[in-house]
C-alpha cells in the first residue's frame, strides 16, 4: 500500500481531510485555485491568509448590502452587527477548507439560509 492508498484509508477510517491538496475547496473560489494558492495565502502557507486577502475582492459594505434583512430582524445582520459593526474578520466565520459556524450562531439562533 502506498502512501496515497495509506491516506485514502485512514480518511475513510477517520472522516478526517488527508493532507493539503485533499483539502476541501470551496466550488465559487474555484478560479483562484488556478491562479494558485497565494490569491488568498498572502502570509504563506504555513498561516492563515489575513483579512485584507478577502478584502481584495469583497467589499464589506456590499456583503452587509447582500445580507441586510428587514424589520424586527435588521439587527441581525452578520456583517452589520450591533457588537461588531462592519468589522468583524471574515474567518471569524468563514471557513475555505474546513466547515465553520457563524461566530452569532454561538450565541443566537438565527437563521441564515445562505450561510457557507
Ligand atoms: C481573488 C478574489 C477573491 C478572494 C481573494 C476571495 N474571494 Fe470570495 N469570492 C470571490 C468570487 C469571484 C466569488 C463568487 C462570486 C460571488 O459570490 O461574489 C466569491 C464567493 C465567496 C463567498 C460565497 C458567496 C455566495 O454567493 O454565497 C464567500 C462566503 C466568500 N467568497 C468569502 C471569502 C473569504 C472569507 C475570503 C478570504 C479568505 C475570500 N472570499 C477571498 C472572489 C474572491
Ligand atoms: C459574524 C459572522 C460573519 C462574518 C465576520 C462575515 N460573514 Fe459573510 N456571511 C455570514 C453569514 C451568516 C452569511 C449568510 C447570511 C444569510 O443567510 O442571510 C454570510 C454570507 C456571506 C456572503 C454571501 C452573500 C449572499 O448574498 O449570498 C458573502 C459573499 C460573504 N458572507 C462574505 C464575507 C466576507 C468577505 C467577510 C469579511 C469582510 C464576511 N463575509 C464576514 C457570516 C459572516
Ligand atoms: C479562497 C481563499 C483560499 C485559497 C484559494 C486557498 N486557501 Fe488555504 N486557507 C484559507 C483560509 C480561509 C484558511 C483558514 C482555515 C480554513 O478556513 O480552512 C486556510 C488555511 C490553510 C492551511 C492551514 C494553515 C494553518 O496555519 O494551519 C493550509 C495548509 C492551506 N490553507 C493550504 C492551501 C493550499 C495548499 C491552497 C492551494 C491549493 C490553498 N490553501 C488555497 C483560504 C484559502
Ligand atoms: C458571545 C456571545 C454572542 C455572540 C457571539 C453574538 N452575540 Fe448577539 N447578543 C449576545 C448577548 C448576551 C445579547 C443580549 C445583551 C444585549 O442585548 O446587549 C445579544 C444581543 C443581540 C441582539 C439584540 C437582541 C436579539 O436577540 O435580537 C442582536 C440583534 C444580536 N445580538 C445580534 C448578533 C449578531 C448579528 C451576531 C454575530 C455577528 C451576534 N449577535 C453575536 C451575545 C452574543
Known amino acids: 500500500m502506498n502512501i496515497k492508498q495509506l491516506c485514502i484509508c485512514a480518511s475513510l477510517a477517520l472522516g478526517l481531510a488527508c493532507g493539503v491538496h485533499a483539502q476541501d475547496q470551496r466550488d465559487y473560489h474555484q478560479p483562484l485555485y488556478e491562479e494558485g494558492c497565494d490569491s488568498c495565502h498572502d502570509q504563506?502557507?504555513?498561516?492563515?491568509?489575513?483579512?485584507?486577502?478577502?478584502?481584495?475582492?469583497?467589499?464589506?459594505?456590499?456583503?452587509?448590502?447582500?445580507?441586510?434583512?428587514?424589520?424586527?430582524?435588521?439587527?441581525?445582520?452578520?456583517?452589520?452587527?450591533?457588537?461588531?459593526?462592519?468589522?468583524?474578520?471574515?474567518?471569524?466565520?468563514?471557513?475555505?477548507?474546513t466547515p465553520k459556524k457563524a461566530l452569532c450562531q454561538e450565541c443566537h439562533n438565527f437563521d441564515y439560509p445562505k450561510f457557507k
Open 44 to 97: 504563506g502557507m504555513n498561516k492563515f491568509p489575513s483579512d485584507e486577502a478577502c478584502l481584495q475582492c469583497h467589499d464589506p459594505a456590499e456583503v452587509a448590502e447582500q445580507t441586510a434583512r428587514e424589520g424586527e430582524e435588521k439587527l441581525q445582520n452578520p456583517h452589520d452587527s450591533m457588537h461588531y459593526g462592519q468589522d468583524a474578520p471574515c474567518m471569524e466565520c468563514h471557513g475555505e477548507h
